[in-house]
């Protein structure tokens, strides 16, 4: 029998989903809503309800692991949301990564559409598949920030070294800088930019990226800007639970309320970070699984929900029909007919007599 080394991506599915979202009956098409708005409103519409679940998962060492070439806790997180979580919770990616590598990442990656994307470090947020930008958040960052001034001072300061083009935004400037300058430079350059009347955030993450953004700016304020607005809307999601590993995640850990994971490959700054700020504060763990596996523990762990992946099913050929639900059977077929191109599955007649039921309750559902 021929074998296939091919894995079909649990992502490509994310389409068939997410594609629901634009003909929903309730897509706002009221031309005196800013489109801004309505791709908002469009996101949490697509929920029966408000949402059960939301993550807010750094991408780089979080989400995506880099060492894990096969990409399986990445697929495992896929398979776990898209059979108990897509159609009831929200997924939002905060990256420090500027939307030409965000996009340069989905190319390499199998990462799934996400309801949300905040990108540049917290200060550009973005709406569904489409990414279109939150206009209220822009005017927000406006204030008191002034990026030629940014760029004048930084001039001055031999030890910074400006980051690739793509990576300057319109609220955020990056450089890279040694480890051991690193406290000293921010200091001064703290000093100055306040004594030219901006008021700024300075971060530094990576053991070598340091981003100047508007004060109001980060990952953190990007989060809470979010649940503002949705508990305007009377849609504050359930629970909410927050993913990452550098510095520049530190601000997610310290909204109210929510649930926090650092994955166990965080780096020294998160981890100084959560000793000095949140060491007793019980909704933030420490995970003992990398990246994306990490999350799922986390999801166990404070009992936000299902947290076996579909991938860690190795029979697939369970008949029970007691609950019924689409989103799973669908992913659970992805899996067969991955281990099937791949001659992984034994005793056919079994799968394909399960199949042939989901089939039949599909047609009836």
Not at 23 to 48: C, D, F, G, I, Q
Not at 52 to 65: A, K
Not at 160 to 171: D, F, G, K
Request: charged share 25%; aromatic share 8%.
């Amino acid at each position: 029998m021929l074998r296939f080394g091919t894995v079909i991506p649990i992502s490509s599915y994310s389409s068939i989903t997410c594609s629901c979202i634009n003909n929903h009956p309730h897509h706002p098409t009221s031309l005196s809503t800013s489109v801004s708005e309505a791709s908002l409103k469009a996101t949490m519409n697509r929920l029966a309800g408000v949402a059960r679940l939301m993550i807010v998962s750094d991408l780089d060492h979080t989400m995506v692991d880099h060492h894990d070439l096969d990409n399986l806790a990445l697929l495992r997180f896929n398979a776990l949301w898209e059979s108990n979580y897509r159609n009831n919770s929200l997924l939002v990616f905060s990256t420090g990564r500027s939307p030409t590598l965000y996009k340069e990442l989905r190319k390499e990656k199998p990462l799934l559409v996400p309801d949300i994307t905040i990108m540049s470090v917290g200060t550009e947020i973005t709406y569904g598949n489409s990414m279109i930008p939150d206009d209220g958040w822009i005017e927000i960052l406006n204030q008191k920030w002034n990026r030629n001034v940014v760029s004048e001072e930084t001039k001055k300061i031999s030890e910074l070294t400006l980051q690739s083009e793509t990576e300057q935004r319109p609220h955020k400037v990056s450089f890279y800088i040694q480890k051991d300058k690193a406290e000293d430079i921010m200091k001064v350059l703290s000093t100055r930019l306040e004594e030219r009347g901006l008021d700024v955030k300075i971060i530094y993450s990576g053991g070598m990226d340091l981003d100047i953004l508007p004060q109001g700016a980060g990952k953190g304020q990007a989060l809470a800007y979010l649940l503002k607005k949705f508990k305007a809307e009377g849609n504050l999601p359930h629970s909410t639970l927050v993913c990452g590993d550098s510095g520049n995640d530190a601000e997610l850990f310290s909204i109210p309320d929510v649930h926090g994971v650092m994955v166990s490959n965080a780096q020294e700054e998160l981890l100084q970070w959560h000793v000095a700020n949140a060491k007793d504060n019980p909704k933030i763990i420490h995970a003992t699984e990398r990246c994306a596996a990490g999350i799922i523990q986390a999801i166990g762990y404070f009992n936000l929900g299902p947290s076996k992946s579909p991938r860690d099913v190795t029979d697939l050929s369970d008949s029970k029909m007691e609950k019924f639900d689409p989103a799973y059977e669908v992913v659970k077929f992805y899996l067969f007919y991955e281990r099937w191109r791949r001659a992984e599955v034994e005793n056919s007649e079994l799968y394909f007599a399960n199949l042939k039921a989901v089939c039949v309750c599909l047609i009836s559902f």
